[in-house]
């Protein structure tokens, strides 16, 4: 009988290592990829998140950026302009006292019938002014933006005594006026807890 002729197994062992090798290459390829993927995927959602908070400014900001802007506006259309260096507390009374007549708040006088009414029951023809809540703000915003532009505090022209004392009679002549109190309520203290009283011993056996 003719002998069953051997097959060649060093080939076939070659190219199987070969397969491995090369499955294990392709495994470890993909896994890499996809760490990649995953990784920039997690930075770009956390730059996207962390971008809105610190490039978006807050309402109070575009406040304070308009509020600037109108007050810079008034000063260049002053006569005579009135650069930002010379502009003192009489100056920023002057530009209260002007937002007035675009005030929306109702402010009876003393010979109005509804003179500290709170809510009158018929309309009059009081002036409207711009309501002490709103001047107190934006005074607040000014003073601020005054210093981020490089203006010194001692010189800061909306901290001027005069500027605080206008503020204070527009709340108190309004208050009477609208028949409302802007005074704060004070916060209730909490009662102190009491402690209970310390443990008696326990009776000695006689």
């Known amino acids: 009988m003719d002998s069953v002729p051997e097959m060649d197994t060093s080939n076939a062992d070659s190219s199987?290592?070969?397969?491995?090798?090369?499955?294990?290459?392709?495994?470890?390829?993909?896994i890499t990829t996809n760490n990649s993927v995953a990784t920039a995927a997690a930075a770009?959602?956390?730059?996207?998140?962390?971008?809105?908070?610190?490039?978006?400014?807050?309402?109070?900001?575009?406040?304070?950026r308009r509020d600037w802007n109108t007050f810079g506006q008034y000063l260049r259309?002053?006569?005579?302009?009135?650069?930002?260096?010379?502009?003192?507390?009489?100056h920023v009374l002057e530009f209260l006292r002007?937002?007035?007549?675009?005030?929306?708040?109702?402010?009876?006088?003393?010979?109005?019938?509804?003179?500290?009414?709170?809510?009158?029951p018929a309309p009059c023809p009081c002036p409207l002014r711009q309501a002490w809540g709103s001047l107190d703000a934006l005074i607040g915003r000014l003073r601020a933006a005054f210093e981020e532009h490089g203006g010194k505090p001692e010189a800061n022209p909306f901290g001027a005594r005069a500027v605080?004392?206008?503020?204070?009679e527009v709340r108190d002549s309004q208050a009477k006026a609208r028949g409302?109190?802007?005074?704060?309520?004070?916060?209730?203290?909490?009662?102190p807890q009491q402690q209970p009283p310390p443990a008696l011993p326990p009776p000695t056996a006689s």
């Open 16 to 30: 199987n290592i070969i397969n491995i090798n090369i499955n294990t290459m392709a495994v470890s390829s993909s």
């Open 44 to 64: 770009a959602s956390a730059a996207a998140a962390s971008s809105p908070s610190s490039s978006t400014p807050s309402r109070y900001e575009n406040q304070k």
């Open 77 to 90: 259309n002053h006569r005579p302009p009135l650069s930002l260096s010379r502009c003192s507390g009489a």
């Open 98 to 120: 002007y937002l007035d007549q675009f005030g929306k708040t109702k402010v009876h006088t003393q010979m109005c019938p509804f003179f500290g009414h709170p809510n009158p």
């Open 164 to 168: 605080r004392l206008y503020l204070r």
């Open 180 to 191: 409302i109190s802007y005074e704060k309520k004070k916060r209730k203290r909490p009662p």
